[in-house]
């Protein structure tokens, strides 16, 4: 069975920085592409950037330059280092994962507040 834990979430002032961690375990044979994905009060979940096994990043528009993703295939962890946090930055942060063979998987989401 697999199983994505998350940490790291928390509340933060408008400015400062949060690092998020998803630790992905189970019966996992190769993870193509890791990601994270958030959703804010009232609007639907969004891309925040996602990187797949050789390092390839994308990140959407609001959060580039601002957020970095980086993964530790050998632990199969993925992080989200958030710099600069803005309130618009506020929602529920959802770890996943895009397995070589079989379905997408899922974190329980971590709450991420910016205030100011």
């Known amino acids: 069975q697999v199983q994505l834990v998350e940490s790291g979430g928390g509340l933060v002032q408008a400015g400062g920085s949060l690092r998020l961690s998803c630790a992905a375990s189970g019966s996992i044979f190769s993870i193509n592409v890791m990601g994270w994905y958030r959703q804010a009060p009232g609007k639907q979940r969004e891309l925040v950037a996602r990187?797949?096994?050789?390092?390839?990043?994308n990140y959407a528009d609001s959060v580039k330059v601002r957020f970095t993703i980086s993964r530790d295939n050998a632990k199969n962890m993925v992080y989200l280092q958030m710099s600069s946090l803005k309130r618009e930055d506020t929602g529920v942060y959802y770890c996943n994962i895009e397995p070589a063979d079989g379905p997408d998987y899922w974190g329980q989401g971590t709450q991420v507040t910016a205030s100011s």
């Open positions: 990187i797949t096994r050789g390092g390839s990043t």
